[in-house]
Nanobody, 120 residues
């Protein structure tokens, strides 16, 4: 059974930074792509960034230049460093694993989510 546990969310002022973590267990972490998604109130869930098994990354336009996704295979943990945060980044952020090692593969497991709130 794959389990994903996010941490690091919270309240921050606009322009500030947060680092989200996602600890994974239940299958070989290094073989699968991972991703961060977010869902704001009244909006659909959207992909923020994803990372392949080999460290290749891809970002949504809204995240480029401000967010950095990374992974530590030895710790079975993925990270999202978020800088220059804006009020429109406010959302519940979800960690996800993909069905293969490629960063655009379909999601097969989700974490429970962590709230990020950016005040103006």
């Amino acid at each position: 059974q794959v389990q994903l546990v996010e941490s690091g969310g919270g309240l921050v002022q606009a322009g500030g930074s947060l680092r989200l973590s996602c600890a994974a267990s239940g299958r070989p972490f290094s073989l699968y792509a991972m991703g961060w998604f977010r869902q704001a109130p009244g909006k659909e869930r959207e992909r923020v960034a994803s990372i392949s098994y080999d460290g290749s990354t891809d970002y949504a336009d809204s995240a480029k230049g401000r967010f950095t996704i990374s992974r530590d295979n030895a710790k079975s943990t993925m990270y999202l460093q978020m800088n220059s945060l804006k009020p429109e980044d406010t959302a519940v952020y979800y960690c996800a694993t993909m069905r293969s090692g490629y960063y655009l593969a379909a999601v097969d497991y989700w974490g429970q989510g962590t709230q990020v709130t950016v005040s103006s």
